[in-house]
């Protein structure tokens, strides 16, 4: 009757590093572990090492460039490509105008995509939505 949810594929929860409120950052920035960014990153965004890395975007902050991590959770604004391998969540106040690719996606209410948003399960194959006739 009730469904567990799977808590593996939720983000991890430590945070190693911050780029904190009225911060600007000029180039591509590579993290390994956990990052929080509630400033402003005109660069790409990259997780390295083992397991990935989880990436955590506030309601305040803002990334123009490509993101690759492989746990995602946005509540910011992103001008850019996103690729999450494992695990994206956009928050209510999540503004994101590029393609984004996700394994395992949680989208609340409010949340605003412009581009395409690409399932990249086992297949690595995009899903098609095809109206139903009227016939």
Same mark, same amino acid.
């Given at each position: ?9 939720? %983000? ?9 409120v ?27 090492? !083992? ?7 506030? !309601? ?20 850019g %490509? ?9 928050? %209510? ?29 086992g ?13």
């Amino acid at each position: 009757m009730f469904l567990k949810k799977d808590k593996s594929i939720k %983000p991890q929860s430590r945070i190693d590093s911050l780029i904190g409120v009225g911060t600007k950052v000029e180039g591509d920035v590579t993290f390994a572990g956990g990052l929080r960014v509630d400033g402003e990153v005109k660069g790409n965004v990259r997780s390295t090492g !083992e397991g990935g890395g989880t990436l955590v975007i506030s !309601e305040q902050a803002r990334i123009e460039g490509e993101i690759h991590v492989s746990h995602l959770v946005i509540n910011g604004t992103i001008i850019g %490509p996103v690729y999450s391998s494992e695990f994206l969540e956009l928050q %209510p106040k999540a503004r994101v105008t590029g393609d984004v690719q996700y394994n395992s996606l949680e989208m609340h209410l409010g949340a605003i995509v412009q581009g395409r948003l690409v399932h990249q399960g086992g297949t690595g194959k995009a899903v098609e939505l095809k109206l139903a006739s009227s016939n």
